[in-house]
């Protein structure tokens, strides 16, 4: 169960081996977490995620491989994770997440179906596992890691950017239709994070490290908020952004 | 139908379907449905004790009967009376609770499930030492239990939050008055130390005694104090001698207040204005029982003071020998700036035998902190580690945050409990938010 600072005890992360998610990880096993199953497609990644768990205070962990390239497996992985679990789930992370160099693969079908597997259309089906699970269980939480590149989707990252559009608009839905329910559903929204993922990029304001967004998640899993910036000052710099002009907007983001 | 519940902080709600059996036979029939389930009363304990999310919580507020009072003082109570209901009928037959805690919003079947204690435990002991008697339904099926009869369902259920089964009615031992009144003597300390002297050595000449303590001061006032004790008056003792029901309250707050309302500063002031508008020293002075008893009560919903994240409040028992181990709490909480709105100091007498009863011989120290600075989950971790080493522990009513091994090692009489537990719920059918948190009752 969450204690009174919505701190879990039993976590599932889809996407576990992300830099994002095993910062996350480990301030939720400091806290009060002694159960985790991680969900990734690299075994060798997992395992070191979840011998750090253990060194932060996990007591039981497992990993789960799956593949996001087709949507096909993703109830079938939700299952596995919750059956791993082997207790009520307090908090699912949903933390998978592709970035690819756009200007690489745009014109590629076979790359641009990869991209919008990973960041959207699997991520949809294993939330609707999720959440049917989590009702019938009547308690838990969602935990999406969202963008705030899907706020104004820009030029130079249009695929990854739309289709983080497309899950933070369908979660923002998915969590009233949670209300009532007992479950609730969180979007995360980080600016650019300093991880493997976005290696190489250049600079961009606001640019923090994975474990600040982690210190931004353990305040928002407290307050409840529906969505968590990170950093915080972000939901203001986009509350502006998203109503800039296109010529504006693509000038102040044309080199990035 | 799903009904969002709260615990009195307003932390971690849940959604449960809630039930409201008038009567021994319902509450058979919704065991022998098979549901997770839990009983609940006025929902006065502060965590999750009383929630069961997705499951059955059933409401104790239907069980309404009330015997007359025999002359010997001894009452039948339905389980969902509120120690305020019976005060109406007793006080004016000139009988008063045996043990009340700080509100009387609180049911029979709720006082014994939390075992409760008021300013008298170092003299009368908690709830259940003054209970004859009670009927509880288990899934097994109904009971009527007592120190002699099933004398160790009995002593597992006090105490255990509801986990061993419905108690339905109570047969409690009421304590005869001759006044409305206490007599109360109030003195200021300016340090701790001073005042847990004060009461270690006078405390056993009144029947009452609490410490308000300031949590908020640093240096040479970390932990300065008020402290009232009181007696019952005698008919003599007062110029008039009444015997009032208690009034309802009046003041309501209506809606939930900003969350940053209490803060460290706001709270640091209001401490200063209680702490010198109090006498030095005041011998006594006439109070009604409710303004001594139960001051909170006049304002309903005070909880949402505290605003939309809620509070905690940590309360704390250690041993007579580990004074050190309270101003240790204290130092801790002053030193990291985490509010304390209120903070209550008493000395516990002996335990009984209740298997999960909170208190035992020594101190204890309450505290109300709002929910939001980012460093309180670690500083009561942290002392949560200094009341074990004390070999204290923390009390289940006030609870939403242990972990779980911690609250073995704080209750190591659990597999007694637990063995009892399973004669009368073999299917585990019992259980609650604070008994998954915990894991304190298996899957």
């Known amino acids: ?256 | 139908m799903s009904t969002k519940l709260y615990g009195w902080g307003r932390t971690a709600p849940s959604f449960s379907t809630v039930v409201e059996p008038d009567s021994d036979a319902q509450v058979v029939n919704e065991f022998a449905t098979g549901s997770p389930l839990i009983p609940r009363g006025l929902g006065r304990s502060y965590g999750d004790a009383a929630q069961l999310s997705g499951g059955v919580v059933m409401s104790n507020l239907a069980l309404r009967s009330m015997s007359p009072i025999d002359h010997d003082g001894v009452v039948t109570l339905g389980a969902g009376v509120s120690i305020d209901e019976l005060l109406r009928v007793a006080i004016p037959q000139g009988w008063f609770v045996p043990v009340t805690p700080g509100t009387r919003q609180v049911t029979m079947g709720g006082a014994v499930a939390a075992d409760v204690h008021g300013k008298n435990h170092h003299v009368d002991g908690s709830f259940a030492n003054h209970v004859r008697s009670m009927n509880l339904v288990t899934p097994s099926g109904p009971h009527e239990v007592s120190p002699n009869a099933d004398p160790e369902l009995f002593w597992a259920t006090v105490g255990a939050m509801g986990l061993t089964g419905m108690i339905t009615s109570v047969t409690l031992q009421l304590m005869p008055i001759e006044t409305d009144h206490v007599l109360v003597d109030t003195e200021r300390f300016n340090t701790l130390e001073g005042v847990m002297a004060s009461m270690r050595e006078r405390d056993d000449a009144y029947q009452y005694s609490v410490a308000w303590v300031d949590c908020m001061s640093r240096g040479a006032h970390m932990g300065r104090a008020i402290l009232t004790r009181a007696t019952h008056a005698r008919a003599h003792e007062v110029q008039e001698p009444t015997l009032d029901a208690p009034r309802a309250s009046k003041v309501v707050v209506p809606f939930d207040a900003p969350s940053g309302l209490l803060n460290p500063l706001s709270v640091r002031a209001f401490n200063e204005v209680w702490f010198r508008s109090s006498p030095k020293f005041q011998e006594g002075e006439a109070q009604s029982l409710s303004a001594f008893f139960h001051p909170l009560d006049g304002v309903r919903d005070w909880n949402r003071l505290y605003g939309k994240k809620g509070f905690v409040q940590y309360q704390f028992c250690v041993p007579d020998d580990q004074p050190d181990a309270v101003v240790s709490c204290v130092e801790r909480l002053s030193s990291s700036g985490v509010a304390s709105f209120l903070a209550v100091l008493k000395r516990f007498g002996p335990s009984n035998p209740g298997l999960l009863s909170f208190p035992m011989p020594g101190w204890t120290l309450a505290l109300d902190l709002p929910v939001g600075p980012s460093a309180l989950p670690s500083v009561l971790d942290d002392l949560d580690e200094l009341v074990l080493k004390a070999g204290g522990r923390i009390y289940f009513a006030k609870d939403a945050r242990l972990a779980p091994q911690n609250a073995r090692r704080m209750y190591p009489r659990i597999d007694e409990f637990l063995a009892i537990k399973e004669r009368v719920d073999p299917r585990h059918q019992l259980t609650s938010d604070l008994a998954r948190r915990l894991q304190l009752v298996g899957k």
């Open chain 1, 1 to 256: 169960m969450d204690n009174a600072f919505g701190q879990p005890q039993n976590v599932v992360v889809l996407g576990g081996s992300s830099d994002i998610a095993r910062a996350i990880t480990r301030k939720l096993c400091a806290a009060r977490a002694h159960t985790v199953v991680l969900a990734g497609r690299n075994q060798q990644l997992l395992d070191s995620a979840a011998a750090e768990a253990q060194e932060y205070g996990a007591t039981k962990t497992d990993t789960v491989i799956f593949e996001a390239s087709h949507t096909t497996n993703a109830g079938h992985i939700v299952s596995e994770c919750f059956e791993k679990v082997g207790d009520r789930v307090d908090l699912v992370i949903v933390a998978i997440g592709l970035l690819n160099n756009q200007f690489e693969i745009e014109n590629d079908a076979s790359e641009v179906n990869e991209m919008v597997m990973a960041n959207f259309a699997w991520p949809v089906v294993a939330l609707a596992e999720t959440r049917r699970r989590l009702v019938e269980q009547g308690s838990g939480r969602i935990l999406v890691i969202s963008s705030v590149a899907s706020v104004r989707v820009r030029r130079s990252m249009y695929l990854y950017a739309g289709a983080k559009a497309g899950l933070d608009r369908l979660c923002v839905g998915l969590a009233d239709s949670l209300e009532g329910t007992g479950v609730t559903l969180q979007l995360l929204r980080p600016g650019v994070v300093r991880s493997r993922m976005t290696e190489g990029q250049s600079p961009v304001p606001f640019t923090t490290g994975v474990n600040e967004v982690a210190e931004n998640v353990m305040r928002g899993l407290a307050s409840g908020e529906r969505v968590i910036w990170s950093p915080p000052i972000l939901r203001y710099v986009f509350g502006v952004l998203r109503h800039l002009p296109a010529p504006i907007f693509r000038r102040i983001t044309a080199d990035r």
